[in-house]
């Protein structure tokens, strides 16, 4: 079974640039999860999708931060225009459809490798 | 608002001694608790997770770890740890709701000489 998959993996662009990230979930998990971690700090949620809605936003950090999940698949997660502070790692996580499987599969988010990004 | 604690920031240790990682949280209803590791160069996965039932887990190479209630805590342990052990271990909650988001810890650097 092919896991989280993010692209690209690292991404380096100038202040005032755009960047979009990608995230693949795990297939036929509805549930998919934006991270992110800053450095020296712990890793913190942005938001969630389930299918293509957005379940929870609340840790987007502004309107600078844009996600999207067309059709309830990948998700893109856009950063316009991008500032220094909004270097670090992109995490995405998905997990299986809470009405789905055993009930212990609700609770645990599959991971991708991150997106490294630094703003220069 | 919830939080989680991570008590060390770096562990060194050596060969075979036990580990234990500390982790308390701040959340007043029912939660789940994982320990995530990050090897280098790879992604986070689970170690252990806890749900209901029996608060001493055991996860995937020879992790254990205890959830007491009463102190907010789900402490990571092992009793001999080895050099491929070496990586960044984090702690992490979430509500007892499905789909909720996993709130962590800073993460706590176990660093293994052999």
């Known amino acids: 079974e092919a896991g989280v998959t993010q692209f690209p993996s690292h991404s380096v662009i100038e202040k005032g640039q755009t960047v979009t990230l990608r995230c693949d979930p795990i297939?036929?998990?509805?549930?998919l999860y934006w991270y992110r971690r800053v450095m020296g700090k712990e890793i913190k949620f942005l938001l969630h999708?389930?299918?293509?809605?957005?379940?929870?936003e609340s840790g987007m950090p502004n309107n600078r931060f844009l996600a999207e999940r067309t059709g309830g698949t990948y998700s893109t997660l856009k950063v316009q225009p991008a500032e220094l502070e909004d270097s670090g790692v992109y995490f995405c996580?998905?997990?299986?459809?809470?009405?789905?499987?055993?009930?212990?599969?609700?609770?645990?988010?599959?991971f991708g490798p991150g997106t490294r990004l630094t703003v220069t | 608002a919830q939080s989680v604690s991570q008590h060390n920031h770096h562990v060194i240790l050596s060969e075979a001694a036990s580990l234990e990682l500390g982790c308390n949280y701040s959340?007043?209803?029912?939660?789940?608790l994982f320990w995530y590791v990050q090897y280098p160069g790879q992604h986070l996965q689970l170690l252990l997770k806890?749900?209901?039932?029996?608060?001493l887990v055991k996860g995937i190479k020879g992790f254990e770890a205890e959830f007491i209630k009463s102190k907010f805590s789900f402490n990571l342990r092992k009793p001999s740890v080895q050099w491929s052990d070496t990586a960044e271990y984090f702690c992490?909650?979430?509500?007892?709701?499905?789909?909720?988001?996993?709130?962590f810890g800073k993460g706590t650097t176990l660093s293994v000489s052999s």
């Open positions: 996580a998905s997990s299986q459809d809470p009405f789905e499987g055993p009930p212990h599969f609700t609770y645990e988010q599959y």
């Open positions: 297939s036929g998990h509805d549930n």
């Open positions: 999708f389930v299918k293509e809605s957005k379940q929870d």
């Open positions: 959340y007043g209803g029912t939660v789940n």
């Open positions: 806890y749900f209901s039932g029996d608060p």
């Open positions: 992490a909650v979430n509500a007892g709701q499905a789909g909720t988001a996993l709130i």
